[in-house]
């Protein structure tokens, strides 16, 4: 094979790209880490370790934010950053397994594996984004209800400043909450796409709101109308008949992983934000991390055969952020049934994906 035609190859093309990736940002770390962390002991060769650990390496250790970017204690300066990570620890919504309170704390623990930079799409975030992780919401672990006002506020906080919300649970019924924080400050309609195997679409179960019933009460927000809601992935033995025939009756939209097997990644997700584009203003994206088939994400509370596989989900939300957010939720992950944090790792690569999508097709504001 010649020179020439290797050089058409993506991943050639990954690699030339990279070198037009600037390293300004990495250079400040580094300067900041030898100033806080002190200057390595004269043995140390590359005179860019520092004594204290206190940037990117060694991954092993530090203390974890989501991908060791800075912690902002005083979140009334968030609007100062592009994106914010916030955790949103609840799981009183579960029906079943409970555990995904500890999905924001696994989520940031095994983002220290990863680097900021994304070889296909020659996407360096840090380059790119200033990105806050803002801590957890305080969530009140005995009342639903009080903790949906929290979190409501606390988003609405966060998508009001400008920055980027990216909303870790948790279990699905954030969805409603988070929802409800962003859409009166979006001046029109909301679309949802939502990926998951379940259509969390009743109105109660067991008598209140939980995960199995987000989207009844998100829909019931004016501008978030069921008609803008596109839920993919839906299928298997765990869709209650009860939220089938709200999606039935709200007339929402309905792809179900036949269809995606049908159809292809690249055609579902043209005609998922056909559905949530129309006549919205904004689109938010809620991943729900069971939407992938149960043998990649074992750390859930209902894990279903016949979902996506990895490289599929991957596919979908890029596809999907190519055209722009307003926010992203990712919920289910369980750590207390996960594997080798397998399943924390997946929803890690989903939101990094996405930001790095939102950065490549210029759909993020950026403060500099």
């Known amino acids: ?49 520092s004594l204290f650990s206190r940037g990117e390496l060694p991954h092993f250790a530090g203390i974890n934010t989501f991908l060791k970017v800075p912690f902002l ?10 994106v914010a990570i916030l955790g949103e620890p609840l799981d009183t919504g579960t029906t079943y397994r409970a555990g995904t309170r500890f999905g924001p704390q696994a989520i ?21 984004l200033k990105i806050a992780d803002i801590g957890d919401v305080f969530v009140i672990p005995a009342n639903i209800e009080k903790s949906f006002d929290q979190i409501a506020l606390a988003v609405s906080h966060v998508f009001s400043s400008g920055a980027f919300p990216v909303l870790i649970g948790g279990d699905h019924s954030l969805g409603y909450p988070n929802v409800r924080g962003i859409a009166p400050h979006v001046d029109g309609n909301v679309g949802i796409i939502h990926l998951d195997r379940h259509i969390d679409i009743q ?18 927000i004016p501008n978030a109308p069921p008609s803008n809601l596109v839920q993919v992935g839906i ?20 792809i179900s992983m036949s269809d ?34 149960a043998g990649f994400v074992p750390g859930t509370g209902w894990p ?29 992950v369980s750590p207390p049934y996960d594997v ?28 500099g």
Request: glycine share 6%; hydrophobic share 40%.
């Open 1 to 49: 094979m010649s020179s020439e035609m290797l050089n058409e190859f993506d991943g050639m093309k990954s690699v030339h790209l990279e070198g037009e990736i600037p390293t300004t940002r990495g250079d400040e770390e580094i300067a900041r880490s030898l100033e806080y962390g002190l200057e390595a002991a004269p043995s140390i060769k590359d005179r860019t370790i």
């Open 73 to 82: 204690e005083d979140v009334r300066k968030v609007g100062e950053y592009d």
């Open 108 to 128: 940031r623990r095994i983002s220290a594996l990863y680097t900021s930079y994304n070889f296909e799409m020659g996407v360096d975030l840090r380059e790119s």
């Open 203 to 220: 109105e109660t179960d067991m008598d209140e709101r939980m995960h199995t019933t987000p989207w009844f009460h998100a829909t019931n």
């Open 235 to 254: 299928g298997g033995w765990q869709v209650p008949r009860a939220g089938v025939k709200v999606g039935r009756e709200r007339k929402t939209n309905v």
């Open 260 to 293: 995606v097997e049908r159809l292809g990644i690249e055609k579902i997700a043209e005609i998922a934000l056909e559905l949530a584009w129309k006549n919205a203003k904004a689109v938010y994206l809620s991943f729900d991390i069971d939407s992938l088939d």
């Open 304 to 332: 279903e055969p016949g979902g996506f596989t990895p490289r599929e989900a991957l596919k979908l939300v890029q596809l999907i952020a190519k055209e722009g957010l307003c926010a992203m939720e990712v919920v289910e």
């Open 340 to 367: 080798s944090d397998t399943t924390a790792l997946i929803a890690l690569r989903v939101i990094v994906d996405v930001l790095a999508s939102l950065v490549y097709h210029d759909k993020l504001p950026r403060k």
